[in-house]
């Protein structure tokens, strides 16, 4: 468990500093809207976005994989 945590926070800290290191102001567009945002808070909300699918995706399956 402590493994889990040590290396849990390994990834994050990499994945801030690249965040960090990558703040340009870019352009998203989508159909008929534009938006500009920096490139680290479209990562930091990927990321984040992706911890909390893959917890939940993870949840599910153990709760679905008990009631069988």
């Known amino acids: 468990m402590k493994n889990k945590i040590m290396i849990s926070i ?5 994945a801030l500093i690249f965040i960090i290191q990558n703040f ?10 534009t938006l500009s945002v920096s490139s680290a ?3 930091f909300s990927l ?8 917890w939940s995706l993870h ?3 153990m709760h679905r994989s008990k009631n069988k």
């Open 10 to 14: 390994i990834l994050v800290s990499f």
């Open 59 to 61: 949840g599910y399956s």
């Open 41 to 43: 808070l479209l990562m």
């Open 24 to 33: 340009a102001v870019i352009d998203i567009r989508f159909l008929f809207w």
């Open 47 to 54: 990321l984040l976005t992706g911890l909390i699918l893959g």
